[in-house]
């Protein structure tokens, strides 16, 4: 896969179900601001949306 030939991808959504499921590393954004910056073995889902709803 890509991981193995050193690639990096941005992938930018506001759905967390499509993105979770392939990514290593989170950064979430909420107004402009980035309010979170975590690997995926760190978070869940749940923490995520918690911090896109409430900042």
């Known amino acids: 896969g ?3 030939q050193g690639v990096t ?8 179900s499509h993105v979770f499921p392939i990514a290593d590393h989170l950064c979430v954004m909420a107004r402009g601001e ?3 910056d975590m690997e ?3 978070t869940s ?11």
């Open 40 to 42: 995926k073995k760190d």
């Open 9 to 16: 991808s941005i992938f930018i959504t506001h759905n967390l």
């Open 45 to 55: 889902i749940e923490e995520l949306t918690d911090l896109l709803v409430n900042g």
């Open 34 to 36: 980035k309010i979170a």
């Open 2 to 4: 890509l991981k193995k």
